[in-house]
Structure formats: structure tokens, C-alpha cells
């Protein structure tokens, strides 16, 4: 089974930063071993749908919600440790305020962006709360 893990929420003042983790297991023994693929971080307000913050895919790869370009990163992981994604918040506003969710799936596209669309991750994490005060 594939089960992905995030961490690093918090209650955090206007301005400040926060790093969210996700560790990923089980990808590599799915169905979809020997398929490419995408690992993206979402997030979804009280109401709201839940929406593409970043993305990353196989081969390093990011894109950005233009809500957040500029202010969160996806680091390139490591190669010791590529079953952790991370996500580089800064510079936090009370509309970012949301639960936030990490997410993997098949992505066999090279020349294109990795995708910041619900529909195109398979698997995804029980999600961490941010909370940001103004």
C-alpha cells in the first residue's frame, strides 16, 4: 500500500515561514513502479475545493499556483532521500490559511509542467493544518 505522511503544520504570525514534509512509502512496489511521476502539495480551506499549491516531478521539474510563486519552494530531494517532499512556505498570509495535503501519481511527461490539478494524483496524505494569524 501506498501511504504518504505530512508534517510540519503549525499556527503561525503574518510574515513568518513554515516547512512542510511528506514522506512517501510504498510508491516504489505499487502498480505504478516503473511508471514517472509527479508529487504535488495542495491545500483546502474551510469551504473551498481543494486546490494545486506546487508540484514536482520526476525530473526535477516544479511548478507554482500563482498564489504562492515567489513565496513557497519545493526543494529537489536528495538523492539518498527522494521519498521526502518537502514544501518552503514564506512570507505567510492569513489566505493561506488551509489544510494542506501531499499527493503522488503517474506523470509520463516530459516537455510538460507537472500538474497542479486534483485529478492527476493518485495517492494522497491525511493532510497538516496551517493556520496563519493576521
Known amino acids: 500500500q501506498v501511504h504518504l505522511v505530512e508534517s510540519g503544520g503549525g499556527s503561525v504570525q503574518a510574515g513568518e515561514s513554515l516547512t512542510l514534509s511528506c514522506v512517501v512509502s510504498g510508491y516504489s512496489q505499487s502498480e505504478y513502479r516503473d511508471k514517472k511521476y509527479s508529487m504535488g502539495w495542495f491545500r483546502q480551506a474551510p469551504g473551498k475545493e481543494r486546490e494545486g499549491v506546487a508540484a514536482i516531478d520526476f525530473d526535477g521539474d516544479t511548478n507554482y499556483a500563482d498564489a504562492v510563486r515567489g513565496r513557497f519552494t519545493i526543494p529537489i530531494p536528495q538523492d539518498n532521500a527522494k521519498n521526502i517532499l518537502y514544501l518552503q512556505m514564506n512570507n505567510l498570509t492569513h489566505e493561506d490559511t488551509a489544510m494542506y495535503y501531499c499527493?503522488?501519481?503517474?506523470?509520463?511527461?516530459?516537455?510538460?509542467?507537472?500538474?497542479?490539478?486534483?485529478?492527476?494524483?493518485?495517492?494522497w496524505g491525511q493532510g497538516t493544518q496551517v493556520t496563519v494569524s493576521s
Open positions: 499527493a503522488i501519481g503517474p506523470w509520463i511527461y516530459l516537455y510538460l509542467p507537472p500538474p497542479l490539478n486534483v485529478e492527476e494524483y493518485k495517492f
